[in-house]
């Protein structure tokens, strides 16, 4: 039941960070039991080794701890990270800062997707870039997940499940505004649906306009976008 209160991303982030984890134990000869070695100084040596070894970004090291604490809870075990209180422990704490830093001198800031980029975007994919269909399904896509605050993975998928993932009967279109049924969303953690709606926008950006192009090129009327 802990972990059918997971999103799958969340489950696979939680199994990578576990996985990162055990390696750490192998390469740096600690052989003892995994839930013996949540103690303090064997996690900020994992830290360490996150950000001089294997040059992770803060966010996926806050991800991996994540994963421990979770473990930690599951066998009945205090949050090694944190102290009673919520508070982020002085050694954890200051090794994330410096994980951030050492981000922040690489990092390259992309760009929002404001609706001047997204229109240049658009501009390309004009049926030459890869060819009709994919570069209709591409704007179509683009438009839809900019209008509707999507996330990549509420309309994207490795592998197909037509129980969880965005289908073709699960989009209503008419003349001037449209309907999606997203089956699952990240901020809908009873699964019960809900629907993003979109209307017509009469401008080269219009989702409407591109969908009914995607639509036209679409050789199967079923299964999934």
């Given at each position: 039941?802990?972990?059918?209160?997971?999103?799958?991303?969340?489950?696979?982030?939680?199994?990578?960070?576990?996985?990162?984890?055990?390696?750490?134990?192998?390469?740096?000869?600690?052989?003892?039991?995994?839930?013996?070695?949540?103690?303090?100084?064997?996690?900020?040596?994992?830290?360490?080794?996150?950000?001089?070894?294997?040059?992770?970004?803060?966010?996926?090291?806050?991800?991996?701890?994540?994963?421990?604490?979770?473990?930690?809870?599951?066998?009945?075990?205090?949050?090694?990270?944190?102290?009673?209180?919520?508070?982020?422990?002085?050694?954890?704490?200051?090794?994330?800062?410096?994980?951030?830093?050492?981000?922040?001198r690489s990092?390259?800031?992309?760009?929002?997707?404001?609706?001047?980029?997204?229109?240049?975007?658009?501009?390309?994919?004009?049926?030459?870039?890869?060819?009709?269909?994919?570069?209709?399904?591409?704007?179509?896509?683009?438009?839809?997940?900019?209008?509707?605050?999507?996330?990549?993975?509420e309309f994207?998928?490795?592998?197909?499940?037509?129980?969880?993932?965005?289908?073709?009967?699960?989009?209503?279109?008419?003349?001037?505004?449209a309907t999606?049924?997203?089956?699952?969303?990240?901020?809908?953690?009873?699964?019960?649906?809900?629907?993003?709606?979109?209307?017509?926008?009469?401008?080269?950006?219009?989702?409407?306009?591109?969908?009914?192009?995607?639509?036209?090129?679409?050789?199967?009327?079923?299964?999934?976008?």
């Amino acid at each position: 039941y802990w972990l059918l209160s997971l999103a799958p991303s969340t489950r696979r982030s939680y199994a990578t960070g576990l996985r990162i984890f055990q390696q750490f134990l192998f390469f740096s000869n600690i052989k003892r039991r995994l839930h013996q070695c949540f103690d303090e100084q064997t996690i900020q040596y994992f830290i360490s080794y996150c950000i001089g070894v294997l040059h992770i970004r803060s966010s996926s090291i806050r991800s991996y701890l994540a994963a421990i604490r979770y473990y930690c809870l599951r066998i009945g075990r205090t949050d090694p990270l944190r102290h009673s209180n919520g508070t982020w422990k002085f050694s954890v704490n200051t090794l994330l800062k410096t994980a951030e830093k050492f981000n922040s001198r690489s990092q390259r800031h992309r760009l929002p997707i404001c609706s001047k980029l997204l229109s240049r975007i658009c501009h390309k994919l004009n049926g030459s870039f890869f060819d009709i269909y994919w570069d209709s399904l591409l704007r179509a896509s683009l438009c839809c997940a900019f209008y509707g605050f999507l996330r990549p993975g509420e309309f994207t998928v490795n592998k197909f499940n037509a129980s969880r993932n965005l289908t073709l009967s699960d989009m209503h279109i008419n003349r001037n505004s449209a309907t999606f049924h997203l089956k699952r969303s990240k901020t809908d953690r009873c699964n019960y649906g809900i629907y993003i709606r979109y209307y017509r926008t009469n401008n080269c950006l219009c989702p409407i306009s591109h969908l009914h192009t995607y639509i036209k090129h679409r050789s199967k009327l079923f299964g999934h976008l």
